[in-house]
């Protein structure tokens, strides 16, 4: 082979070598198992990511295995780029209304207050009742949300009180923050058969008033606004078990909202995952919108695996693509679907 074939095919090689490293390094890798910059897999389910001073923060279940139970966690994590989390803190939190030793702790939203300069963080607090005396007792009969303040967002938190959402059970919740700024949680409440967004009060600490009730029975809601479009996606109601995830646009918040239509093959049931919240990254060549879904393990939950996709979005048509390795440039908003045998690291 000539001498300047064999340099080009040396620096081809090279060129790929680098590509595929700089890759196996920055890649989002639909569940497979998440590190955090200690080599610790990230706990954080059921989450929701706050965007603050150009920092990402994820918040959400801590379900390690060695957690104290009589606790429970939150664990706190932080990114520039959404590849790479710093561990921040594992916040630990006790039973706050005496409900006895199976009190629920699920899905934290932490919100910041720029008046009041506090976060605030809201959880799906539950279980079989307050002042229960029965020790064995179980469920989700309390269906309420538990407020707490910090100072800082990896706490200590102040526990504030603990209420149902204009009256009304509230099971998973959703946040939502919209561009201007207004803050809203999402809830989802059986009797009623559907789930609500609430506009939280001016303080963050309660809920102000009803933005929108949709009719449909489903839990894991969470909201982005695209393009003019609202979209709201949720999962039916199959316990920690993936289903067939559904979304609906409306051009305002406030409705009124299309008809339900399915975001991946009914088939995949979502990937095996469910809805926990919806992120705009949003940078100088365009916007990505991602799914952030969890792949429960409910006898595992510490093993628990996140999928997260860029969605496809049109003019009011939402898809979740198949899992596959991606990259994404949170300066560009530019995102990369890569191909599924993209080496691990
Ligand atoms: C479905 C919810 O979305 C989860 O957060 C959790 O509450 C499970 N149900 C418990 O069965």
New binding site residues.
């Given amino acids: 082979m000539p001498k300047y074939k064999f340099a080009t095919l040396c620096l081809f090689a090279l060129s790929l070598v680098t590509i595929s490293a700089q890759k196996v390094a920055d890649v989002i890798r639909p569940g497979e198992v998440w590190l955090d910059n200690r080599g610790t897999p990230i706990q954080a389910h ?1 989450g929701g990511i706050l965007y603050l001073h150009h920092t990402y923060y994820w918040v959400g279940e801590d379900r390690t295995q060695t957690n104290d139970p009589d606790k429970r966690y939150v664990g706190c994590y932080s990114s520039t780029d959404l590849v790479h989390w710093t561990f921040l803190k594992q916040l630990a939190f006790t039973d706050p209304e005496h409900i006895g030793p199976h009190w ?1 702790l ?2 934290p939203k932490v919100f910041y207050n720029t008046p009041t300069k506090k976060f605030v963080l809201y959880i ?1 607090l539950d279980g079989p009742g307050i002042n229960n005396t029965d020790p064995n007792a179980t469920g ?1 009969k309390l269906a309420r949300v538990g407020v707490y303040t910090s100072d800082h967002i990896d706490g200590p938190y102040t526990y504030i009180h603990s209420f149902r959402p204009l009256d009304q059970e509230s ?2 919740i959703g946040q939502f923050i919209d561009d201007d700024g207004a803050a809203y949680l999402i809830f989802e409440s059986r009797p009623t058969k559907g789930f609500f967004i609430a506009q939280l009060s001016e303080d963050y600490l309660t809920v102000a008033k009803q933005t929108t009730f949709i009719p449909a029975r489903l ?2 809601g969470a909201v982005v606004h695209y393009k003019g479009l609202y979209y709201v996606i949720g ?1 039916h ?4 078990a993936p289903n067939p995830n559904v979304f609906a646009t409306s051009p305002t918040l406030s409705g009124p909202w299309t008809e339900m239509q399915d975001i991946a093959p009914p088939e995949t049931n979502t990937y095996g995952s ?1 809805s926990s919240f919806l992120l705009k990254v949003s940078g100088s060549k365009g916007t990505t919108l991602i799914y952030m879904g ?1 792949e ?1 393990k ?1 006898k595992e939950l510490w093993d628990s695996r996140y999928l997260w996709m860029p969605l496809d979005i049109g003019v009011g048509t939402l898809k979740l693509p198949a899992p596959a390795p991606w990259t994404l440039s949170t300066k560009s908003g530019v995102a990369t679907v890569l191909s599924a045998t993209v080496p691990s690291p």
């Avoid at 109601?237 to 920690?240: A, E, H, K, V, Y």
């Fill in positions: 059921g629920i699920e899905r799906h989700y099971r998973d839990e894991g999962s109601l199959s316990g920690w469910q969890d429960w409910p």
